[in-house]
């Protein structure tokens, strides 16, 4: 009797005896009357498997599920934290689109969707909207920002009751800077200075000679009383004829004592995305995380979602809330978890629920342990950790199967059930010693594509809306600026430099999206 991974690899369900049919449905979950109805359409057996799953637990009709398949750019996908989005099957195990067909990438197997729509569609439909834009399968530009992001669904395993497991490459330039900036506010202080001038007789440009502190004062108004109830006369005599000499008040925030300034001291480390993912800037396998900021004595928690989505995670869990800030809807809600869900290695310490049944579970230190449905159907995590990191090494998906990945300094490596791999190639980033970049992408059948990339330098200001009231601190962020897939053609973007908020009391750059074209291989 073969098994369900050598049954996943027929044609057709049809190619099936009555047994095998009923097996593969009952392991699946599937009803066994929609199955055949797309078997009847005409529908390959990955496509069968899709749409019953669709048909069953949304209560449509066969062209119902097709549409719905069609307008979903990422079903429902929970384990590794990836969405699973439309692919090819290959043997009947990894579903690899192998890039977006809008650049004219061959599909060379069938069309393979997981069962229902993904909370992210939904969320996107109905509260971002009209706040992001989607060009075709693979691009976002959020238009609040400007920011962009692109994607590609890497691979898809089937599973039970539509519990799929996907890897999903992204690219968020909002992320893509090489470092991270530790920015501390250190007390500020107004002096009260004396100001040494000399003026030339002859032309009348005047020359600082120098700059005295006279004293230190914790207000502005504080300086200004000194200031008025302590005058100092203006005196002035000859100076080797050519100029005379006066001393003033002058009062003004001093930079330069120290214990008294905003000091900006711009890190080397790398980013949360980097540190997760080792990918290069700005790029991620899509995994959800917690992240857990303690710089400067702070406890702050952040949720990273599979779909590239980040909420500030309120500071006091409540049962009757989502408790991520800004996010009042309750299609997620993050709880606390006393170790319901294990992946053998650590027991989870938080839980995000979803409003399909779906629980995503995190351990203490925020790694993403894996997903269960409601019907008891579950993905697991394992990690290694990696300069203090736990990174994603080995998944289990519903069926059983495992997806293992290796991370190393210049290639990062996804191998498959099948025996496909998926490789990241990283090349040095131009100027820097230990920083990396993505700089090309392997799929299972040695299809090639390249990626390219700008350098732009985005300042912050921390504490006010002039960006050079004082001195900002700037980062280096790598821009993608060219897609180039195997059959030649490209994709080019063009960002410029904005100014916008960053937070309440201070303002930044950012870099935004203002223009795409697409050339075929004679550049055209």
């Not at 002096?191 to 502005?220: F, M, N």
């Not at 909420?311 to 709880?335: M, P, V």
């Not at 990339?453 to 985005?458: E, F, P, S, W």
Request: hydrophobic content about 30%; aromatic content about 8%; proline content about 3%.
């Amino acid at each position: 009797m073969r098994t369900l991974e050598e049954m996943l690899r027929i044609e057709r369900f049809g190619l099936l005896d009555a047994r095998e049919q009923a097996r593969l449905c009952e392991e699946l979950g599937l009803p066994l009357e929609a199955v055949r109805a797309c078997d009847g359409a005409g529908k390959s057996l990955a496509e069968a498997v899709s749409l019953a799953g669709i048909m069953s637990r949304g209560g449509m009709a066969l062209h119902e599920a097709e549409s719905a398949l069609s307008n979903t750019k990422s079903p429902a996908a929970a384990g590794g934290g990836a969405e699973a989005a439309a692919g090819g099957e290959r043997d009947g195990l990894a579903v690899a689109p192998g890039g977006a067909t809008a650049q004219g990438e061959t599909m060379q197997t069938m069309a393979l969707g997981s069962s229902g729509i993904s909370g992210r569609a939904d969320a996107r439909k109905y509260l971002d909207a009209p706040f992001a834009y989607r060009q075709g399968a693979n691009e976002d530009i959020r238009a609040h920002s400007g920011h962009f992001v692109y994607e590609s669904t890497e691979a898809v395993l089937p599973g039970k009751n539509g519990l799929d497991l996907g890897i999903m490459l992204r690219f968020d330039s909002s992320k893509a800077g090489l470092y991270d900036t530790f920015c501390e506010a250190l007390q500020m202080r107004w002096a009260v200075s004396i100001e040494l001038t000399r003026t030339s007789r002859t032309t009348g440009i005047k020359e600082r000679q120098s700059w005295d502190i006279h004293k230190y004062c914790a207000t502005q108004s504080e300086a200004y009383a000194y200031a008025n109830a302590n005058p100092r006369p203006t005196r002035s005599w000859s100076d080797a004829y050519y100029y005379y000499v006066e001393y003033q008040d002058v009062i003004d925030l001093d930079w330069n004592e120290p214990g008294t300034r905003t000091v900006y001291t711009n890190t080397t480390c790398d980013t949360e995305t980097e540190r997760n993912n080792r990918l290069g800037a700005g790029w991620s396998l899509g995994f959800p995380r917690l992240e857990i900021d303690t710089a400067g004595g702070a406890n702050d928690k952040y949720l990273h979602t599979g779909g590239g989505d980040s909420y500030k995670i309120k500071a006091t869990l409540s049962s009757n809330d989502s408790n991520l800030e800004k996010h009042g809807a309750r299609d997620i809600s993050l709880q606390a978890d006393a170790g319901t869900f294990g992946n053998g290695e650590v027991n989870s310490a938080y839980v995000l629920n979803h409003k399909d049944g779906r629980k995503e579970y995190f351990g203490e230190d925020g790694r993403y342990l894996g997903v269960a449905d409601r019907y008891g159907n579950k993905i697991t995590c394992k990690h290694r950790m990696v300069s203090g990191r736990a990174l994603v090494t080995k998944i289990t998906d519903s069926c059983g199967r495992e997806v293992n990945i290796a991370y190393g300094e210049t290639l990062v490596t996804v191998s498959l059930p099948d025996g496909g791999q998926l490789r990241y190639e990283l090349s040095p980033a131009p100027g820097y010693s230990a920083k990396y970049l993505l700089s090309r992408k392997v799929d299972q059948l040695g299809r090639a594509t390249s990626f390219t990339y700008g350098m732009a330098n985005l300042r912050d200001n921390y504490f006010n809306k002039d960006l050079f009231s004082v001195p900002p601190c700037a980062r280096d962020f790598l821009l993608l600026e060219k897609v180039t897939y195997p059959t030649g053609g490209a994709t080019h973007y063009t960002y410029e430099t904005v100014l916008g908020n960053l937070g309440s009391a201070g303002v930044g750059e950012y870099a935004r999206l203002t223009s795409r074209k697409e050339t075929d291989g004679t550049g055209t």
